[in-house]
């Protein structure tokens, strides 16, 4: 199985300053015949169930604010929120759907400094 | 509306079933492919299972492979779960999720669309 690991656990950072959460796999996500990366990224705020906010590592989903971007390839991923907003504490995921089971990493919590 | 709503989830002893279910609607239910995953307590996500659109491929986590099945009957726009051998530790929250492509050779496993979650609470 495929190991995703989040950096750091928790994170706490200023209104309007940028928030860097990494994301390594332990094996490459990268399938060079579509070249593409199979990382998405998640939010998640309590009570609910996860949002999707990226896919193929770097793609933003519909309606997602373009404050947060993906970018990353192979085993080592980033998710940038550039400039932190109250609603987006939350805690945040990366999972990869390269080959199943698709994993989870283990999530990094992010809140307001 | 585009909306999946999971529900089954209870209170079951050890060594006790219980199944699953999820209801689609707004969406081309048999050109997805269907995944469950689950949330301890206080805990992370974890993936459980998957489905293509067509029911022929199915994909477990090591931790419930022989013990949970998954299904769907696209006539009723329908995925299940169904849970055997429930140990303390499948305690969770169910979410299933909607992925856009179908199968295995249509790579789009990312998961776009979740349900509310149901929860299932194994103990004695």
């Not at chain 1, 200023?14 to 996500?29: D, H, P, V, Y």
């Not at chain 1, 504490?89 to 989870?104: G, K």
């Not at chain 2, 002893?13 to 050109?31: E, H, K, N, V, Y």
Request: proline share 5%; net charge neutral; hydrophobic share 30%.
């Amino acid at each position: 199985d495929i190991v995703m690991t989040q950096s750091p656990d928790s994170l706490a950072v200023s209104l309007g300053e940028r928030a860097t959460i990494n994301c390594k796999s332990s094996q490459t996500l990268f399938y060079s015949p579509n070249n593409k990366n199979y990382l998405a990224w998640f939010q998640q705020k309590p009570g609910h169930p996860p949002k999707l906010l990226i896919y193929w590592a770097s793609t933003r989903e519909s309606g997602v604010p373009d404050r947060f971007s993906g970018s990353g390839s192979g085993t080592d991923f980033t998710l940038t929120i550039s400039s932190l907003q109250a609603e987006d504490v939350a805690v945040y995921y990366c999972h990869h759907y390269y080959s199943a089971p698709h994993t989870f990493g283990q999530g990094t919590r992010l809140e307001i400094k | 509306e585009v909306q999946l709503l999971d529900s089954g989830g209870d209170l079951v002893q050890p060594g006790g079933s219980l199944r699953l279910s999820c209801a689609a609607s707004g969406i081309a239910f048999s050109s997805h492919a269907m995944t469950w995953v689950r949330q301890a307590p206080g805990k992370g996500l974890e993936w459980v299972s998957g489905i293509s659109g067509r029911g022929d491929e199915t994909y477990y986590a090591e931790s419930v492979k022989g013990r949970f099945t998954i299904s769907r009957d696209n006539s009723k726009n329908r995925l299940y779960l169904q849970m055997n051998s429930l140990r303390a530790e499948d305690t969770a929250v169910y979410y299933c999720a909607k992925c856009p492509g179908s199968s295995s050779s249509d790579p789009d496993w990312y998961l776009d669309l979740w349900g509310r979650g149901t929860l299932v609470t194994v103990t004695s």
